[in-house]
Nanobody
Framework: QVQFVESGGGLVQPGGSLRLSCAASGTDFNPSAVGWYRQAPGNQRELVAGIGRFGSLRYADYVKGRFTISKDMAKKTVYLQMTSLKPEDTAVYYC?????????WGQGTLVTVSS
C-alpha cells in the first residue's frame, strides 16, 4: 500500500509563496492519480489539486492561477507550488490518492498565512 509523507508547510505572509512536497513510499504511485487536499479548522477536507497518471491536472476554482501541482516520478514525489497566498489558504495540507483512500491519510503539513 502506498504511503505519503507531506512537508514544506510553515508561516508565510499574505502574497507569499511555499512549495509543499509529498514523498510516496510503498507501491509505485505512478499508476494512480494523486491529489493535494486541505482542511481548515471547522471545515471538511477538500481537494485542492490533482494530477493524473498521465499528467492531467485539475484544480479547485479558488486556487486556479495561484497553485501548481507537479510530480517527479524518479523521486516518487508530488509537489504543490503555492503563490499569492491568502489568509484563507491557512489549513493542514495532505496528499492522498485521487479519489482518496481513507487508509492512506498522513499527518499533513500546516500552512499558516498571516501577517
Amino acid at each position: 500500500q502506498v504511503q505519503f509523507v507531506e512537508s514544506g508547510g510553515g508561516l508565510v505572509q499574505p502574497g507569499g509563496s511555499l512549495r509543499l512536497s509529498c514523498a510516496a513510499s510503498g507501491t509505485d504511485f505512478n499508476p494512480s492519480a494523486v491529489g493535494w487536499y486541505r482542511q481548515a479548522p471547522g471545515n471538511q477536507r477538500e481537494l485542492v489539486a490533482g494530477i493524473g497518471r498521465f499528467g492531467s491536472l485539475r484544480y479547485a476554482d479558488y486556487v486556479k492561477g495561484r497553485f501548481t501541482i507537479s510530480k517527479d516520478m524518479a523521486k516518487k514525489t508530488v509537489y504543490l507550488q503555492m503563490t499569492s497566498l491568502k489568509p484563507e489558504d491557512t489549513a493542514v495540507y495532505y496528499c492522498n490518492l485521487d479519489p482518496p483512500d481513507r487508509e492512506v491519510w498522513g499527518q499533513g503539513t500546516l500552512v499558516t498565512v498571516s501577517s
